[in-house]
């Protein structure tokens, strides 16, 4: 039977450990590699004869994270497959994690079963997420959709009142640099609030930052 090389990078001494005996106990998988962080993980790497074939990769770390080492695995050693293993339950971190591309996205708290599942899962078919990442996937893919939509609502004269709206201008100074009446931009925010679904000048800030229009 082919045992499966496995990488662990963590700067959690405790915690890699623990997960090294684990994995070690069992006879289908075999310990390659345990780093404390991307910086070192990427300099044994670059002086080892077994490369590792899945990485266990934690998130937050020093010198270079997750994020950065999955990103440079991706471009220099695309078959090795990455499952992020983290405390991170964030939907910004678990996209920017597959977009650097992890093939698996583990909460530190789940169950070993699942932790084997994953493991055999990314060596023989390529990836696996669970159906918390499937959730946040959908709940980003939902977010995203509706945000177009109102984005597509939005005129461009609107677009042109939420960039100044994000400066330090009255509604007054804004009517006037758009050349029209107090009353008319009173129109406007009330038709950007509506639109957005949104209640005051700061959730329009927020909201601009976000999609940069401003």
């Not at 998988?29 to 044994?44: C, H, K, L, T």
């Not at 994690?97 to 530190?108: D, F, R």
Request: with cysteine.
């Amino acid at each position: 039977m082919k045992t499966i090389p496995i990488a662990i990078v963590d700067d959690h001494t405790l915690m890699s450990k623990a997960l090294e005996n684990m994995i070690s106990e069992s006879p289908k998988y075999r310990v390659v590699m345990n780093q404390p962080n991307g910086e070192d993980f990427i300099s044994a790497l670059e002086n080892t004869t077994e490369l590792p074939e899945v990485v266990l990769m934690d998130i937050n770390m020093p010198y270079k994270n997750g994020i950065e080492t999955t990103e440079w695995l991706t471009e220099h050693h695309p078959d090795i497959k990455v499952i992020a293993l983290t405390m991170e339950d964030d939907e910004k971190i678990l996209i920017k994690m597959l977009k650097a591309g992890a093939k698996g996205y583990l909460l530190k708290d789940m169950q070993p079963s699942i932790l084997f599942q994953a493991i055999d899962t990314v060596f023989e078919k390529g990836s696996f997420y669970t159906d918390f990442v499937a959730q946040k996937l959908m709940k980003v893919q939902t977010e995203n959709a509706k945000n177009a939509s109102l984005l597509s609502d939005l005129k461009e004269r609107e677009k042109e009142f939420i960039k100044l709206a994000c400066s330090e201008l009255t509604y007054k100074e804004i009517a006037d640099k758009m050349c029209l009446s107090p009353k008319t931009i009173d129109g406007y925010r009330d038709s950007v609030f509506v639109k957005l679904e949104i209640k005051n000048r700061v959730g329009l800030v927020l909201f601009a930052l976000k999609h940069d229009l401003c």
